[in-house]
Structures are given as structure tokens and as C-alpha cells.
Nanobody, 115 residues
């Protein structure tokens, strides 16, 4: 049983930075592709970034150069460093874990960027 708990969401001014964390409870964390998605009010949930077990990363075009995903396999935690935040980054951010056909989601953490 995998459990994902996000933290770090907050209200921040445009141009500011935040670091989100996702704590993974369960087995075989290092085998999972860990990712972040976000959902703005009234919109669909969109891909933000992910990191594979081999540390390969992928980012949505809208966050390239501003966001950085990383993982600490010793702590079973994945991070999303968000810099130069914009009002359009306002959303609930969800952690995602995928391995061998299994997909898991956290409950989300709210990020609000004021202009």
C-alpha cells in the first residue's frame, strides 16, 4: 500500500519561490517514477514534471527553466523546487507515483501566487 503526502504549498508573491515535498510511504520507492501534476480551478489536471528511477527528468514546457524535480531515495521523498513563480502557477499540486502499472496519487497541496 502506497501513501503519498504532499507539503510545502503556500501563498507567495509573483517572482517568489517554493519547495514542495512529497513523502512516500510503502515499499520500493526507488523503483517508482515520481511526478508532480497540478490542477487549477475549473481546469483539468496537468503534468508538471517527473523523475524516473534512473533520475531522468521531464518537464512541462510552461515550467522549464523555473521548476526542478529531485528525489532522495534515502528519505523516500520527492521535491519540486519552484522558482520565479507566476500567477498562472496557482493550482493544487499533486504528487504521483507510478511503477509496474500501479499509479498512486496524493491529496494535493495548494499553491497560490499573487500578482
Amino acid at each position: 500500500q502506497v501513501r503519498l503526502v504532499e507539503s510545502g504549498g503556500s501563498l507567495v508573491q509573483s517572482g517568489g519561490s517554493l519547495r514542495l515535498s512529497c513523502a512516500f510511504s510503502g515499499s520500493f520507492f526507488s523503483l517508482y517514477t515520481m511526478g508532480w501534476y497540478r490542477q487549477a480551478p475549473g481546469k483539468q489536471r496537468d503534468f508538471v514534471a517527473h523523475m524516473t528511477p534512473s533520475d531522468s527528468t521531464q518537464y512541462a514546457d510552461s515550467v522549464k527553466g523555473r521548476f526542478s524535480i529531485s528525489r532522495d531515495n534515502a528519505k523516500n521523498t520527492v521535491y519540486l523546487q519552484m522558482n520565479n513563480l507566476k500567477p498562472e502557477d496557482t493550482a493544487v499540486y499533486y504528487c504521483n507515483a507510478v511503477w509496474s502499472g500501479r499509479q498512486n496519487w496524493g491529496q494535493g497541496t495548494q499553491v497560490v501566487v499573487s500578482s
